[in-house]
């Protein structure tokens, strides 16, 4: 039985997806190695999620398909009790986080709209995001081919937001900013140099940006070009 009549909804649901775990009003809570599984393939996930996919891509077809998705329904309703009854919601094309719950990448890419429409970046946002970004993917769900979803969105998050706020500095001549984004930067160095470079052929920020990668330690330039 699908229930969904629950407890008083919490304020706000985080699902994140970089060290795979979930936290409602800031507050972390504690889930079953599967009942964190179906969370963050829900969340992976850009529609509504049938439950035969589902179970095939949490049990990767190890256990028949009813008794497989009937312990989806189990998992579903113990998160429910977890995070509110409407933290997982269904339709009839499958599941999906419910309205008060986002996971950790759409929440960073609905920040980054502001700078979609030229407006001005907070400096404080932006390393706190790319920090979260840098942490992909994470080590207990790496293994997940589905995973890998979650992993290439935060890779084109991090290129955008490099990007973005590469322009600010530029444009507000803070070469010392743009050198600092460079050690923070989750992408290879040919793509940083580029989101400078590409502004214009101005020889100060290829400068800074060349003086300080060199300082960089390689595992924190971690992500191949797509």
């Known amino acids: 039985m699908d229930t969904t009549s629950f407890s008083v909804e919490p304020t706000f649901t985080l699902v994140h997806l970089a060290d795979g775990c979930v936290r409602v009003d800031g507050a972390y809570v504690s889930l079953s190695r599967r009942e964190t599984q179906v969370v963050m393939k829900i969340a992976c996930m850009t529609r509504p999620i049938p439950i035969d996919e589902l179970a095939a891509a949490i049990f990767e077809n190890a256990a028949p398909v009813?008794?497989?998705?009937?312990?989806?329904?189990?998992?579903?309703?113990?998160?429910?009790?977890?995070?509110?009854?409407?933290?997982?919601?269904?339709?009839?094309?499958?599941?999906?986080?419910?309205?008060?719950?986002?996971?950790?990448?759409?929440?960073?890419?609905?920040?980054?709209?502001?700078?979609?429409?030229?407006?001005?970046?907070?400096?404080?946002?932006?390393r706190m995001i790319l920090a979260t970004l840098s942490a992909f993917p994470c080590a207990t769900l790496a293994q997940y081919e589905w995973f890998e979803v979650a992993t290439r969105r935060s890779r084109h998050l991090a290129q955008e937001l490099l990007l973005a706020f590469s322009q600010q500095a530029t444009a507000s001549d803070d070469y010392e900013l743009a050198a600092h984004l460079a050690s923070l930067a989750t992408i290879d160095v040919p793509t940083a140099e580029n989101a400078f470079g590409r502004l214009g052929d101005r020889p100060a920020p290829r400068r800074h940006i060349a003086r300080h990668v060199d300082a960089v330690p390689m595992e924190r330039i971690a992500f191949p070009v797509a």
């Open 66 to 126: 009813k008794n497989a998705n009937n312990n989806i329904k189990v998992f579903i309703n113990r998160i429910r009790h977890k995070l509110g009854g409407r933290a997982i919601v269904r339709s009839s094309l499958g599941y999906r986080l419910g309205n008060n719950v986002q996971s950790d990448v759409t929440t960073f890419s609905n920040a980054l709209l502001g700078a979609r429409t030229n407006r001005v970046l907070d400096d404080h946002l932006f």
